[in-house]
């Protein structure tokens, strides 16, 4: 997989302000720039991924918004030879620094506007969604810091996409859609046994049917528990 230079970033208005939050929204402020980085920090890294999460975004704003985001540093954008070639956007660390913007907004949304139940999967949100944006926004990664290892969760009742790994490694969790070789851990279960899993309200080996190392296995669940 090659790697591209950064495009120029097309001209647009900006605050002209020296305030740095004014400076900062001339970056993240535009709409659908955010969800789109939540999307690529939650395991999604092509662009019909993307379009496809986002509903609503025209493909010409999520094609701009990604040439702004590459040309700021935030993303960066891979070539995988092939017929037809793919292209992946994956973050940089200046766009994983994103992150604690993202859960400052989650924990202001829980208090003030519509907190997140397991009762509202599958009816306001979607089970494919739930699976792969709560991992991501409930993980430590000062906690990771010495881990490098990587699961498999099945869950039998997601219907969009029943298989997704996790890999942990440098202090960061990669999400992606079904699985490739072998991991160390493999758990097959149901949305409510994975929930549980992450909010560390059983034991791995009680949330579902469990293949690796159980020592393994707590170390990725401890990445995930509360405060």
């Known amino acids: 997989m090659t790697q591209r230079s950064a495009p120029e970033a097309p001209r647009k208005a900006t605050y002209n302000h020296p305030c740095l939050i004014a400076q900062t929204l001339d970056v993240l402020g535009d709409r659908w720039t955010l969800l789109i980085l939540r999307d690529l920090m939650a ?82 949100v979607s089970a494919d969604f739930a699976v792969r944006v709560l991992p991501t926004f409930s993980f430590h990664p000062e906690r990771a810091a010495d881990l490098q290892a990587s699961m498999v969760v099945e869950i039998a009742d997601c219907v969009d996409c029943n298989t997704w790994t996790f890999d942990i490694h440098d202090g960061h969790m990669h999400p992606r859609r079904h699985s490739e070789g072998e991991p160390d851990i493999r758990l097959r279960t149901n949305i409510a046994g994975f929930f549980r899993f992450l909010r560390g309200e059983a034991l791995p080996e009680e949330c579902g049917e469990l293949e690796g190392a159980i020592e393994t296995a707590h170390a990725i669940q401890a990445c995930f528990l509360g405060d």
């Open 43 to 124: 395991g999604l890294h092509r662009y019909t991924e993307i379009l496809d999460s986002c509903q609503g975004m025209s493909p010409n704003v999520l094609s701009d918004r990604l040439k702004r985001l590459e040309a700021e540093g935030l993303v960066v954008r891979h070539y995988e030879k092939g017929l037809p070639p793919r292209v992946e956007y994956t973050l940089t660390e200046k766009g994983w620094a994103v992150r604690p913007v993202l859960l400052a907004l989650i924990g202001w949304g829980r208090e003030f506007l519509n907190p997140f139940t397991q009762e509202s999967v599958g009816l306001t």
